[in-house]
């Protein structure tokens, strides 16, 4: 149960857009379509941002945007707001029936 | 609304038991998967385990299995973690969260569980 790989810190600013990177395995990231980002403030729960690789849940800005190629998933964030400020994290189901999160993104809005 | 408060965090030596709680309300918890998270003091978050609707089937972490337990009690909208022999990387935030295969939608706002002499 390896973490996926993300990029300890991306920044950009207002207005700009990031990709944050989510690399794991055939085991996990490649075979299913089941990476889901989440969006964390300090001190507060998890918000799942991004579901089924690209899916936007209800209420979630259309500026964050979700993709995956072969074992690699992304997340895109438009037009950078300084609430966006946050620590990101992607997982994935594997071929073990269990959960892997990566080790999450700080991203910070200069 | 979609509830879900977890309690029963709080310091223990190591080789100690813990239960923990999550009451939910707000939608069928029956009709629901339900998962326990975790994060450890600035980290990030490892799943630690995930039970079906109706409890018949039960996944664990490498990290935790042989020394956690999953269940539910559907008619008290409840789910817990039985946490045996605790060691000090089981200190931890933990986080109830309502979902499946694909996604947590609805997480708890977290207890904390302490392992230290």
């Known amino acids: 149960q390896s973490a996926l790989t993300q990029p300890a810190s991306v920044s950009g600013s207002p207005g700009q857009s990031i990709t944050i990177s989510c690399t794991g395995t055939?085991?996990?990231?490649?075979?299913?379509?089941?990476v889901s980002w989440y969006q964390q403030h300090p001190a507060k729960a998890p918000k799942l941002m991004i579901s089924?690789?690209?899916d936007r849940p209800s209420g979630v800005s259309n500026r964050f945007s979700g993709s995956k190629s072969g074992n690699t998933a992304s997340l895109t964030i438009s037009g950078l707001q300084t609430e966006d400020e946050a620590d990101y994290y992607c997982?994935?189901?594997?071929?073990?029936?269990?959960?892997?999160f990566g080790g999450g993104t700080k991203l910070t809005v200069l | 609304q979609v509830q879900l408060v977890e309690s029963g965090g709080g310091l223990v030596k190591p080789g100690g038991s813990l239960r923990l709680s999550c009451a939910a309300s707000?939608?069928?918890?029956?009709?629901?998967?339900m998962s326990w998270i975790r994060q450890a003091p600035g980290k990030g978050l490892e799943w630690v385990s995930y039970?079906?609707?109706?409890?018949?089937?039960?996944y664990y972490a490498d990290s935790v299995k042989g020394r956690f337990t999953i269940s539910r009690d559907n008619g008290k909208n409840s789910l817990y973690l039985q946490m045996n022999s605790l060691r000090d990387e089981d200190t931890a935030v933990y986080y109830c969260?309502?979902?499946?295969?694909?996604?947590?939608?609805?997480w708890g706002q977290g207890t904390l569980v302490t392992v230290s002499s």
């Open positions: 969260a309502r979902g499946g295969v694909a996604r947590w939608p609805h």
């Open positions: 707000g939608f069928t918890f029956s009709d629901h998967y």
């Open positions: 039970i079906s609707n109706g409890g018949d089937t039960r």
């Open positions: 055939s085991s996990d990231v490649g075979r299913y379509n089941y």
């Open positions: 089924d690789v690209s």
């Open positions: 997982s994935s189901y594997t071929t073990s029936s269990t959960w892997v």
